[in-house]
Nanobody
Framework: VQLQASGGGLVQAGGSLRLACVAS?????????TGWYRQAPGKERELVAY???????TYADFVKGRFTISRDNPKKTVYLDMNSLEPEDTAVYYC??????????????????WGQGTQVTVSS
């Protein structure tokens, strides 16, 4: 499965962005759970949120109430709506897909389907 992430950019603190992760194959939405991760300079990659094949969502504590993950099956796309952005949200954001939600949450090193990353920069 090939993934294409987009939607990053420069935004002021308090602003919003919508990231999109588009899959190259139509079975992506029905067969895979999808997650968003981020990596800031000098920091380890961290899970931001993921959505299961049934639509169940899970969020990192640092984005709860600000970010929303969703999926649009006909468009083969998973979105990450980011509101109330903070400078600490500055990072490269990646999407990833796997059959197993536990892999997304606990073993991202085992994931083979990654998007190329999109830069999000939040200015103060």
């Amino acid at each position: 499965v090939q993934l294409q992430a987009s939607g990053g950019g420069l935004v002021q603190a308090g602003g919003s962005l919508r990231l999109a992760c588009v899959a190259s194959r139509s079975i992506f939405i029905s067969a895979y759970a999808t997650g968003w991760y981020r990596q800031a300079p000098g920091k380890e990659r961290e899970l931001v949120a993921y959505i299961s094949t049934s639509g169940r969502t899970t969020y990192a504590d640092f984005v709860k109430g600000r970010f929303t993950i969703s999926r649009d099956n006909p468009k083969k796309t998973v979105y990450l709506d980011m509101n109330s952005l903070e400078p600490e949200d500055t990072a490269v954001y990646y999407c990833a897909a796997d059959y197993d939600c536990d892999i997304l949450e606990h073993l991202p090193s085992m994931i083979s389907n990654w998007g190329q990353g999109t830069q999000v920069t939040v200015s103060s």
